[in-house]
């Protein structure tokens, strides 16, 4: 009995050891393959001048920019609002109904396909705010868009914070709010920035929101500010990968134009990875 019993579990590690060096290795291929390919066209000139004959030549500046502005209005629109909401869920409506509605409407809301989101922003902030298609309104929907993964990251890593922190807090005389952002949040950023990684990097890839509130298929000048149009990394390897007259021909642009996004995600995501560590080592539990 007891041979059979180590022989299944050794069986059922053996599966998961499997399924998880097939991640791996599919992960490694498609690194590799986007790597091999798009290392001969990168290049100083591709990374800082403007793109010229329809995208063909030229570099990516413009994308690159463009990408960069959308990430830092997504990170400081859905952060704050997000943490704010987690808090109040976990720290006041936890119990309540209303609390259990939030978190349902979180948990769906974070499957909503992002067309819906486009459609919803062209709607809101293109057409009825009258904000047009611009960089502005595409940072808002795409906020929008990761506010629920944010919202529920942050309500877990905060709902994970021992209840006993609380309680010292309080003995020693602290208020409610003293005790939230003196002893609460700063336990729970670790896991807040995990939920910061991968709202970034969910907004990063992102193509049909932005065709729907404002990219640009080629520009010959950076964004003058928020309401102007732009070019965004995602759109311009979808362009380049289906409605360039050469697919061919534009191949080795549309690899490193998929390398250069991500090694902008990685850098954003490896500064978080360094906070959350740093918080993680200074605040154990």
Not at 30 to 58: C, D, K
Not at 75 to 97: D, K, N, T
Not at 132 to 138: K, N, R, V
Request: charged letters at 10%.
């Amino acid at each position: 009995m007891m041979l059979n019993r180590k022989a299944t579990e050794v069986a059922v590690f053996t599966m998961f050891r499997g399924c998880a060096l097939l991640v791996v290795l599919a992960l490694v291929v498609l690194l590799g393959y986007i790597v091999t390919g798009g290392l001969e066209r990168l290049s100083i000139e591709f990374l800082t001048e403007m793109p010229r004959r329809a995208n063909t030549q030229g570099g990516i500046l413009p994308a690159i920019v463009g990408t960069f502005y959308l990430m830092l209005i997504v990170l400081g629109i859905s952060v704050p609002i997000g943490v704010m909401s987690a808090v109040y869920l976990v720290e006041y409506e936890q119990s309540s109904w209303m609390g259990r509605v939030f978190k349902l409407a979180a948990y769906n809301l974070a499957g909503v396909p992002s067309i819906v989101y486009g459609l919803l922003g062209l709607g809101i902030f293109v057409a009825y705010l009258g904000l047009g298609f611009s960089l502005i309104s595409a940072g808002l929907t795409l906020s929008i868009m990761t506010l629920p993964l944010m919202i529920s990251s942050a309500r877990e890593a905060i709902a994970a914070v021992p209840s006993t922190v609380r309680e010292a807090s309080y003995a020693l005389g602290a208020t409610k709010w003293q005790t939230i952002w003196h002893h609460v949040l700063p336990y729970a950023l670790p896991g807040i920035f995990t939920g910061i990684i991968l709202s970034v990097s969910r907004a990063a890839g992102e193509t049909a929101p932005l065709m729907l509130t404002g990219v640009a298929m080629s520009l010959q000048r950076l964004p003058d500010s928020f309401f102007d149009s732009f070019m965004a990394l995602p759109y311009h390897v979808f362009y380049m990968a289906t409605q360039s007259s050469d697919l061919l021909a534009t191949r080795p642009i549309q690899y490193a134009t998929a390398l250069v996004l991500l090694l902008l995600v990685l850098g954003m995501n490896l500064i978080a990875i360094v906070l959350r560590k740093r918080y993680r080592d200074k605040y154990r539990w």
